[in-house]
């Protein structure tokens, strides 16, 4: 093994100082350019036409005219006084062809010493070479900017995935597969947008910095205000501020927002990640299932046009109606313990003791429990598209009891390819209930070291009366994943959380 890493370490070093000499060539090369007068740095507009994809698809109607096309140069292929090279734009690939003729010999010569990875501008008409490939054969040559680093050679590529997230412009320029993955989560974000518009939510921005630290479970980033001299947090969630819009006589409003938790990184986890949170008025947790049924069935027929698609080694069916299950029932079904055979919280605790469950302290009450069984025994079955609903109030904050099982909250997640992927509730309206939750909340981090407080003004706010609410989030990162068929979260962000070489 140890020769293997001083090969690779060789390699690498290798590698490195033959990316140091050709950036002194090509840096050579550049001051040349400016010393004759033709500074690529000086050119700020250039003349972009049209796209690879618009001359593909349009070549009948562009045969033999003339056209404008601007690009990387991804390859070249030297036949003396005649060259062809492959630039690529945003749209995909498109090959040139090259003439001393057609040119001109100064062009030519200048054009010979290029690079690839050079931004190029090229004019020319539309034909189609003997072998059938559509391209553009070139009139006149601009050289646009000049490449001062080598691309990745083909063999080599980029090798591991920590430089491709560090570096996601070349990620980018040499894996033109990436940019279609954040052309998709464009769509994604324009498709929800549409969706929630069409039904009459309005869409909001609320503030990122907060003045408390509130009682929810997530661990928030601590900046300081200097001029207030006032320790600030960045959001967790956007939930309170939309709630007290609602409060204010906004019937639906929704935020496609940046939240910021001070936690662990994992495949399914960065300290910065998208929620796509909305409230409407008016309706309950009942309501937002189904809203949210149909919007991920638009989705993913809007996004990958079919209802049925593939996720890692799964067929997930987004288009048959989805399965629902209380948490009670669900951990019935997998666990086979019934928790309303549970009569005391003891009863509940010997129950996870004898499944296994240890990690837990002994003053854990049932709803603790059941969320504990959920957790070690049903989630990680929940491939198919599920609502496991009516959590424990224990374990839902905001959430509004359910009337005729008061330790009960009517209040849901759904799970996809066994992740959580959205939260629910009917929201809870009653103050005094809300100021208790938050108590014994603000008190457990307290208990933690956390300088957490009562949202005291959100209280005001339930006090002036928030009507019959449902209102859901969901991270926009994970729905991106799976509508992508990406196994990391890191893949479907542009610039992941990195630590620093």
């Given at each position: 093994m140890s020769d293997e890493i001083n090969n690779i370490e060789i390699d690498e070093q290798e590698i490195q100082q033959n990316v140091n000499e050709q950036r002194a060539i090509r840096l050579e090369k550049l001051h040349k350019l400016r010393?004759?007068?033709?500074?690529?740095?000086?050119?700020?507009?250039?003349?972009h036409g049209i796209s690879s994809a618009g001359i593909l698809s349009r070549f009948e109607e562009l045969e033999n005219t003339d056209v404008s096309i601007c690009g990387r140069i991804m390859t070249w292929r030297d036949m003396g006084k005649a060259n062809f090279i492959d630039?690529?734009?945003?749209?995909?690939?498109?090959?040139?062809?090259?003439?001393?003729?057609?040119?001109?010999?100064?062009?030519?010569?200048?054009?010979?010493?290029?690079?690839?990875?050079?931004?190029?501008?090229?004019?020319?008409?539309?034909?189609?070479?003997?072998?059938?490939?559509?391209?553009?054969?070139?009139?006149?040559?601009?050289?646009?900017?000049?490449?001062?680093?080598?691309?990745?050679?083909?063999?080599?590529?980029?090798?591991?995935?920590?430089?491709?997230?560090?570096?996601?412009?070349?990620?980018?320029?040499?894996?033109?597969?990436?940019?279609?993955?954040?052309?998709?989560?464009?769509?994604?974000?324009?498709?929800?947008?549409?969706?929630?518009?069409?039904?009459?939510?309005?869409?909001?921005d609320t503030p990122v910095l907060h003045t408390l630290e509130i009682g929810a479970a997530a661990r928030p980033f601590i900046t300081h205000h200097n001029t207030l001299d006032l320790d600030m947090y960045l959001r967790i969630e956007t939930e309170l501020y939309l709630k007290r819009l609602i409060v204010g006589g906004f019937e639906k409003v929704y935020e496609v927002g940046r939240i910021f938790r001070n936690e662990g990184m994992s495949v399914k986890h960065n300290p910065e990640f998208t929620s796509v949170e909305l409230y409407e008025a008016y309706t309950d947790y009942n309501g937002m299932m189904d809203l949210i049924e149909e919007l991920f069935r638009f989705l993913t027929l809007e996004v990958c046009g079919t209802g049925k698609i593939t996720y890692q080694d799964a067929e997930i069916d987004m288009e048959s109606p989805w399965g629902r299950l209380t948490m009670a029932e669900a951990v019935k079904k997998y666990a086979d313990e019934d928790y309303y055979e549970w009569k005391t919280d003891a009863d509940a605790v010997k129950a996870a003791k004898n499944k296994g469950i240890e990690d837990m302290s002994p003053n854990k009450t049932k709803g603790e429990i059941l969320y504990l069984f959920f957790e070690a025994f049903v989630e990680d079955k929940l491939i198919q598209p599920t609502f496991i609903y009516d959590y424990p109030v224990e374990v839902s904050p905001l959430a509004k009891r359910k009337k005729d099982e008061p330790l009960m909250t009517e209040r849901f997640e759904f799970f996809i390819y066994a992740r959580e992927m959205g939260n629910a509730f009917s929201e809870l309206n009653d103050a005094e209930d809300q100021r208790a939750r938050f108590e014994r909340q603000v008190a457990e981090k307290k208990a933690q070291g956390a300088n957490a407080e009562v949202d005291e003004d959100f209280i005001t706010a339930l006090e002036y009366g928030l009507p019959p609410t449902g209102g859901l989030g969901f991270g926009l990162d994970r729905l991106v994943m799976l509508l992508t068929n990406s196994p990391s979260i890191r893949d479907v962000l542009l610039f992941p959380t990195m630590k620093p070489n």
């Open positions: 010393e004759s007068g033709k500074d690529p740095c000086g050119i700020t507009v250039a003349e630039i690529r734009d945003r749209e995909g690939r498109m090959q040139v062809y090259v003439k001393i003729d057609d040119v001109g010999e100064d062009t030519f010569a200048g054009f010979k010493t290029w690079d690839i990875g050079d931004i190029v501008e090229v004019k020319g008409f539309v034909f189609k070479t003997r072998r059938g490939e559509i391209s553009v054969h070139a009139k006149s040559l601009r050289l646009l900017t000049k490449s001062l680093l080598p691309l990745p050679e083909k063999f080599h590529g980029l090798r591991d995935m920590d430089t491709r997230y560090r570096q996601r412009y070349l990620d980018l320029i040499v894996n033109p597969d990436v940019k279609g993955v954040f052309i998709k989560r464009s769509l994604i974000t324009a498709k929800i947008r549409e969706f929630l518009d069409k039904r009459g939510y309005l869409e909001v």
